[in-house]
């Protein structure tokens, strides 16, 4: 069930990508932010109510560390959205089962079989050749700041990744799913409040889209399913994030088809031996 449920999660994290990359066209970062944490509160609101007596401080503790690290992988992940096209940042994106797979390793002592390293291998060549093909597109993978927010926005996601696993052994999908956008939304209203809203004329003008709140029903049913899945017992984190993660199909597919973007076969190239590369953790992790 948990394996279903984390294919359903993929899928729908593919549209909310697609979404995301079409309500920040043209337009300002930080509040389409604040409203995806907005809505997805709203659309949790019963849940808020549900579980209002269930978590203790140290409960809340816990989501809070978790919105707290989800809002930071969103904000460099979706500045570097913005600036680069879909068909690059869905690649690097994922790479997140690798670094979750060596951060299992680190942190709580898991080793890799040869199948997993052959991953591994696969993933970090599949980066080369895109680092290749993004020069026809000017984009320089050393020295492209947006690259680098991408990058961050990766590795802290991968580390939400491994957190996850920690207190979803302990805390519901409902308690956790609901809080933490209400959390979010807290911290996001702040940041929007002292950095974008004073300074709202000079910088890029915020323009309402429709795509904004379906960032908000695609993230927040994908999370439920990804929760949902992680709350089970014998769900494994390297699997998960590693089914989550072929999401990446269905937002290269959006990128050629919707936002019209080139160097497609170079790119269709470097997804390959990164789909290869997830084969073969997943044939490690059976």
């Known amino acids: 069930m948990w394996l279903l449920l984390a294919f359903t999660s993929a899928a729908l994290l593919g549209l909310y990508d697609t979404s995301k990359k079409a309500a920040l066209r043209d337009n300002a970062v930080l509040p ?21 007596g269930e978590g203790n401080p140290h409960a809340h503790f816990l989501v809070i560390m978790k919105s707290a690290m989800v809002l930071a992988s969103w904000i460099f992940g979706y500045f570097g959205l913005k600036h680069l096209p879909i068909t690059i940042v869905g690649p690097i994106n994922a790479t997140r089962p690798i670094m979750v797979l ?4 680190l942190i709580f002592g898991e080793r890799l079989n040869i199948y997993q390293w052959a991953g591994v291998i696969l993933a970090i060549f599949s980066l080369f050749l895109l680092s290749r093909s993004s020069k026809k597109e000017n984009v320089d993978f050393v020295h492209n700041k947006w690259i680098l927010c991408v990058a961050i926005a990766a590795v802290i996601g991968a580390g939400c990744g491994l957190y996850d696993k920690y ?3 302990q805390l519901s999908p409902k308690f956790v799913q609901s809080w933490y956008n209400f959390y979010q939304m807290l ?9 974008w809203y004073p300074h709202r004329k000079s910088t890029t003008p915020f323009h309402w ?11 927040s049913a994908a999370d439920f399913a990804y929760l949902t899945a992680m709350h089970q017992t014998d769900s494994m ?15 290269f597919l959006c990128g050629a088809l919707i936002f019209k973007e080139r160097n497609l076969k170079a790119k269709a190239l470097d997804l390959a031996f990164i789909l290869a590369g997830m084969f073969f953790i997943w044939l490690g992790s059976r």
């Open 209 to 219: 889209s429709w795509a904004i709140p379906l960032i908000s029903v695609f993230l």
């Open 187 to 195: 911290m996001m209203g702040t940041v929007v409040s002292i950095l």
């Open 237 to 251: 984190i390297s699997v998960v994030s590693l089914v989550r993660r072929s999401s990446v199909i269905i937002s």
């Open 32 to 52: 389409v932010l604040f409203l995806n944490t907005l809505f997805s509160t709203l659309i949790f609101t019963p849940f808020i109510i549900e579980t209002w």
């Open 102 to 105: 060596v951060g299992a390793m």
């Open 167 to 169: 207190i979803m052994q």
